[in-house]
């Protein structure tokens, strides 16, 4: 007998075929992949627990270590964006009670925050002002007032474009006995992180930024003194599929290829790792101080543009500026969000009107990964001076 279908209708709109547009993207979210990374999203699939598929797994990882310039084996990737590494790393290193100090430099550690607390953290904030980095000094001083356990710091604000250099930061947290975990989303892979050399201890970054592959994959790096601290913890993480000890299993650190289907944990997209380990060899292909350089090049070149068009950057202090994502002031009178709809409509560039800081008020632009070259910053450059005529003129 025929089950009966209640309201049952069949969706007209999925009858037309998908569409969708080529365009630039340079709003600091998600950038065009590098054609490595994309393509290999081509390429057959293949069973996760296959060798073909174990071999990539490690390829994937030692890209990583690379990027990061660490040795650290607890190095592998949680599927889900940024901020599922974000939660996944907070949630390991997180026992409920727990101190952990939270520097804000803008949008994004609002973020950390309100996971840490759904954690049970006792979260402090540090706050300074938009535009601007925390020092070493302004650093130690709330270590040693808190004594917190962890350390929470954002290396490149990409809501405001702050950068926060890690020089230092490592010895600190040794010093006052804690844990560094750094979001790096911003800055792997467009400038060095130096993870060991800065003895950081956790770090997380997404496969659609300097990585120069598709949103779907969180990186992650926990050193052997974060380990540590995960083994001596009295509750479980409260999130079995970012679990570093369960991660660890099925990505063959603790359990070896050949126990293999006993460390099985979830299914990964075979097709996602492809084009993050495309994405990580394109890299390694250009060599990754030439990289570093190319987007150190497309920044200045930006800058330089920028300033012929008489914007003021919104961080004041040329040092503090992160690499990839720029902010500028919009000119005064000016509704940035006109010219972020004007540039997408008449040149299919994407830029962003800012997102949560000063909104509308902002020109925020970035040109990281596979967008981080001269051709791509003078389109944006170009158009961008149109747009900011043509809003002024009704052109
Ligand atoms: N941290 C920073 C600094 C970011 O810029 C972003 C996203 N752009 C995230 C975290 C979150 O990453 P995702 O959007 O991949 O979740």
């Known amino acids: 007998k025929k089950t009966e279908i209640i309201n049952y209708f069949e969706p007209q709109c999925l009858k037309a075929p998908l569409q969708t547009e080529s365009r630039l993207?340079?709003?600091?979210?998600?950038?065009?992949?590098?054609?490595?990374?994309?393509?290999?999203?081509?390429?057959?699939?293949?069973?996760?627990?296959?060798?073909?598929a174990v071999k990539i797994m490690s390829e994937v990882q030692d890209g990583i270590r690379h990027l990061l310039q660490t040795e650290?084996?607890?190095?592998?990737?949680?599927?889900?964006?940024?901020?599922?590494?974000?939660?996944?790393?907070?949630?390991?290193?997180?026992?409920?009670?727990?101190?952990?100090?939270?520097?804000?430099?803008?949008?994004?550690?609002?973020?950390?925050?309100n996971i840490a607390k759904r954690l049970g953290a006792n979260v402090i904030q540090m706050e300074t002002s938009h535009g601007s980095r925390f020092s070493l000094s302004e650093i130690e001083a709330a270590l040693q007032k808190h004594r917190p356990t962890i350390l929470y710091l954002i290396n490149g604000e990409s809501s405001t474009g702050v950068y926060q250099p890690l020089e230092g930061i490592g010895e600190l947290c040794y010093k006052y006995d804690c844990i560094s975990i750094i979001d790096v989303v911003a800055t792997v892979g467009q400038q060095p992180i130096k993870m060991d050399?800065?003895?950081?201890?956790?770090?997380?970054?997404?496969?659609?930024k300097g990585c120069g592959g598709i949103v779907g994959l969180a990186p992650v790096s926990f050193s052997p003194r974060a380990i540590r601290k995960v083994r001596r913890r009295q509750t479980?993480?409260?999130?079995?599929?970012?679990?570093?000890?369960?991660?660890?299993?099925?990505?063959?650190?603790?359990?070896?290829?050949?126990?293999?289907?006993?460390?099985?944990?979830?299914?990964?997209?075979?097709?996602?790792?492809?084009?993050?380990?495309?994405?990580?060899?394109?890299?390694?292909?250009?060599?990754?101080?030439?990289?570093?350089?190319?987007?150190?090049?497309?920044?200045?070149y930006l800058q330089f543009r920028a300033e012929k068009?008489?914007?003021?950057?919104?961080?004041?202090?040329?040092?503090?500026?992160?690499?990839?994502?720029?902010v500028f002031w919009a000119p005064k009178g000016k509704d940035a969000v006109k010219i972020e709809h004007y540039m997408l409509e008449k040149f299919n560039i994407a830029i962003s009107a800012g997102l949560f800081v000063d909104v509308g008020k902002v020109i925020r632009i970035g040109l990281f990964g596979n967008n981080a070259n001269r051709v791509a910053a003078t389109k944006?450059?170009?158009?961008?001076?149109?747009a900011l005529h043509a809003t002024e003129t009704n052109v």
Do not use: C
């Not at 949680?78 to 430099?105: A, C, F, R, S």
């Open 309 to 326: 068009l008489g914007l003021e950057p919104y961080v004041r202090n040329p040092e503090d500026r992160l690499i990839g994502t720029t």
């Open 72 to 113: 650290n084996d607890y190095t592998l990737v949680y599927h889900g964006t940024g901020t599922t590494g974000m939660t996944g790393v907070l949630d390991n290193m997180i026992e409920p009670g727990d101190k952990i100090l939270v520097g804000e430099m803008g949008y994004w550690a609002t973020v950390a925050v």
């Open 380 to 386: 944006v450059m170009d158009a961008l001076e149109i």
């Open 197 to 208: 050399e800065n003895k950081i201890d956790v770090v997380y970054f997404n496969s659609q």
């Open 236 to 300: 479980l993480p409260k999130i079995y599929q970012t679990d570093i000890t369960e991660q660890a299993d099925a990505w063959y650190i603790t359990m070896s290829a050949e126990q293999r289907n006993e460390a099985f944990l979830h299914s990964f997209s075979m097709s996602l790792l492809y084009s993050l380990r495309e994405g990580l060899a394109r890299i390694v292909e250009e060599g990754i101080e030439n990289v570093w350089y190319r987007h150190a090049d497309t920044h200045r």
């Open 25 to 52: 993207l340079a709003s600091g979210g998600a950038t065009n992949p590098y054609n490595r990374s994309f393509d290999s999203l081509r390429f057959p699939t293949m069973g996760m627990l296959e060798d073909g």
